[in-house]
């Protein structure tokens, strides 16, 4: 690992790499190394990117501790290629399988995957898909899909949908349509068979904040009843962003996926 000799501290490296989906897009990561031989890959939430806040600070939180990190934009968003789609949770599990191939095929070790909101379902999604990774952490994520939609789409959503077979939506400065078949696809999306489906040896945390008005803190009590190795830990006053809170949450996952390698006998250095 590099140093700087004025100061002897630890200069974490940051590579800019690509790597193409099973679409031939190019996804589009960043990786920081710390020479560890195991790898956490962090997964942003819907109309999300690699340098969302949250992904920004658990990579140097994880870091610090010696263990190297890739977050990366899934195809259609950041800098990845590809268009965006409403929905597409497999097509993202699809991108995520290809970041956890491409360093497995360089003899490095994908430990854990964390994922923030949607992201969150994703890398659940992968565990009851792949059942190759051991450490799952879900920050935030939704179990019931048929939850906030009024609130994002409007109250008469579904009946302008049932008109005009779509509707446009403008959120954050950033316009995109949704026809029905997807927004049917996401509202019939069981998230809850698929986590009875994680093994047993896999280790899963949810963190949520109490003060979440985007996705209900019921929906993570679902997970713990659901997933069979599963953690909870609330965050009191933590909102969907964790804005106010991200020291508290850092200290949460990098406690839980430290002790988690440890269980395993896996040095991260």
Same mark, same amino acid.
């Given at each position: 690992?590099?140093?700087?000799?004025?100061?002897?501290?630890?200069? /974490?490296?940051?590579?800019?790499?690509?790597?193409?989906?099973?679409?031939? %897009?190019?996804?589009?990561?960043?990786?920081?190394?710390?020479?560890?031989?195991? /790898?956490?890959?962090?997964?942003?939430?819907?109309?999300?990117?690699?340098?969302?806040?949250?992904?920004?600070?658990?990579?140097?939180? #994880?870091?610090?501790?010696?263990?190297?990190?890739?977050?990366?934009?899934?195809?259609?968003?950041?800098?990845?290629?590809?268009?965006?789609?409403?929905?597409?949770?497999?097509?993202? *599990?699809?991108?995520?399988?290809?970041?956890?191939?491409?360093?497995?095929?360089?003899?490095?070790?994908?430990?854990?995957?964390?994922?923030?909101?949607?992201?969150?379902?994703?890398? #659940?999604?992968?565990?009851?898909?792949?059942?190759?990774?051991?450490?799952? *952490?879900?920050?935030?994520?939704?179990?019931?899909?048929?939850?906030? #939609?009024?609130?994002?789409?409007?109250?008469?959503?579904?009946?302008?949908?049932?008109?005009?077979?779509?509707? $446009?939506?403008?959120?954050?400065?950033?316009?995109?349509?949704?026809?029905? %078949? *997807? #927004?049917?696809?996401?509202?019939?999306?069981?998230?809850?068979?698929?986590?009875?489906?994680?093994?047993?040896?896999?280790?899963?945390?949810?963190?949520?904040?109490?003060? $979440?008005?985007?996705?209900?803190?019921? $929906?993570?009590?679902?997970?713990?009843?659901?997933?069979?190795?599963?953690?909870?830990? /609330?965050?009191?006053?933590?909102?969907?962003?964790?804005?106010?809170?991200?020291? %508290?949450?850092?200290?949460?996952?990098?406690?839980?996926?430290?002790?988690?390698?440890? %269980?395993?006998?896996?040095?991260?250095?």
């Amino acid at each position: 690992m590099a140093q700087s000799h004025s100061a002897q501290i630890p200069v /974490i490296e940051q590579q800019r790499v690509i790597i193409p989906n099973k679409h031939g %897009e190019k996804l589009v990561g960043l990786l920081h190394e710390t020479e560890s031989k195991e /790898i956490v890959v962090l997964c942003h939430g819907f109309r999300s990117c690699k340098d969302y806040r949250i992904m920004v600070n658990l990579a140097a939180a #994880l870091e610090k501790e010696g263990i190297s990190v890739f977050r990366f934009d899934f195809s259609g968003n950041g800098e990845s290629e590809g268009s965006f789609e409403y929905g597409s949770y497999y097509r993202e *599990v699809d991108d995520l399988h290809a970041v956890v191939r491409h360093f497995s095929s360089g003899n490095r070790v994908v430990s854990a995957i964390l994922g923030h909101s949607k992201g969150g379902d994703v890398a #659940l999604l992968y565990a009851s898909k792949y059942r190759d990774i051991r450490i799952v *952490v879900n920050v935030a994520g939704r179990c019931d899909m048929k939850r906030g #939609l009024a609130e994002r789409f409007g109250e008469d959503f579904m009946e302008k949908i049932k008109k005009d077979g779509y509707i $446009d939506v403008k959120q954050g400065g950033f316009e995109f349509r949704v026809t029905e %078949e *997807v #927004l049917m696809d996401h509202i019939t999306m069981d998230m809850r068979e698929p986590c009875r489906n994680i093994d047993q040896e896999c280790r899963v945390l949810t963190v949520h904040g109490s003060a $979440d008005d985007m996705v209900p803190v019921e $929906d993570a009590s679902e997970f713990g009843e659901i997933i069979p190795n599963h953690q909870f830990q /609330i965050i009191d006053g933590g909102d969907h962003g964790f804005t106010s809170h991200q020291t %508290e949450l850092s200290q949460v996952v990098v406690k839980f996926i430290k002790a988690a390698l440890e %269980e395993d006998k896996v040095d991260p250095k």
